[in-house]
């Protein structure tokens, strides 16, 4: 599928696996989502360019490779967002990081947005917006609508499952912005959620169910 890369990794696909499953506990549920958030990070930034740095090892002078140019941003979608953005975080510490606070409406499926903070650079910096649920995808674009109005311009999204009816909405608003995921399930229900799904992602990592 056009602009959308699928992480297929067994050990990511094994840990969603033990996600999705209902009897999984608060506890594993957190856990999984943030050792599958180190492997997604990987994936997520396998594209960004190096260049080499003069260092001297124990044994001799070497060009070294490191990250080149453009710094990254996390931005969380909350709450179920600060899953992934914690594993993220222990890989790249030094990200800066937007918060965009936003719930779902159980009648409309409408984000309303009830919290915005976000670092003044973003236009210099790699933004990667994330949550762990591409539903009908209205909260996601409008998260990434709001960062572009702090200045991103280099967006990509990163999220656990989408649903296709959530990818097609996403890719007509923001056909620039690229999608990773681990996941594309089956389609939505009647009432807006990813079948099969893992249920509420916020409400599984917070035990408020
Ligand atoms: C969930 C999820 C996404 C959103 C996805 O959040 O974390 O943000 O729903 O659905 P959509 O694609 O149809 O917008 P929710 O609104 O339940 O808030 P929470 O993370 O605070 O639980
Ligand atoms: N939000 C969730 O947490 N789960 C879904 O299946 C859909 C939206």
């Not at 594993?28 to 260049?51: G, H, K, N, P």
């Not at 222990?90 to 976000?118: F, I, M, Q």
């Not at 009816?165 to 229900?189: M, S, Y």
Request: hydrophobic content about 40%; charged content about 25%; overall charge neutral.
């Amino acid at each position: 599928m056009d602009g959308v890369t699928l992480v297929d990794h067994p050990l990511v696909q094994h840990k969603l696996s033990l996600m999705r499953d209902k009897n999984t506990s608060t506890g594993s549920f957190r856990r999984l989502l943030r050792e599958i958030s180190l492997l997604l990070c990987y994936e997520v930034t396998r594209d960004l360019e190096l260049t080499t740095k003069s260092i001297e090892t124990p044994m001799q002078r070497m060009d070294a490779p490191v990250l080149k140019g453009k710094k990254l941003a996390f931005a969380s979608i909350l709450r179920a967002g600060n899953g992934l953005l914690e594993g993220m975080l222990d890989l790249v510490p030094s990200a800066r990081v937007a918060h965009v606070g936003l719930y779902r409406d159980h009648d409309t499926l409408e984000a309303v947005e009830y919290y915005y903070k976000a670092p003044h650079d973003l236009s210099n910096r790699v933004v990667i917006a994330v949550d762990p649920m591409l539903a009908t995808a209205n909260s996601a674009t409008a998260a990434i609508e709001k960062l572009q109005a702090s200045g991103a311009k280099d967006i990509r999204f990163l999220c656990l499952l989408a649903a296709p009816e959530g990818i097609a909405n996403f890719q007509k608003i923001l056909p620039d912005v690229p999608i990773f995921t681990a996941a594309i399930d089956e389609r939505l229900n009647e009432n807006g959620y990813i079948v099969p799904g893992l249920g509420d992602a916020g409400d599984r990592m917070y035990g408020t169910k």
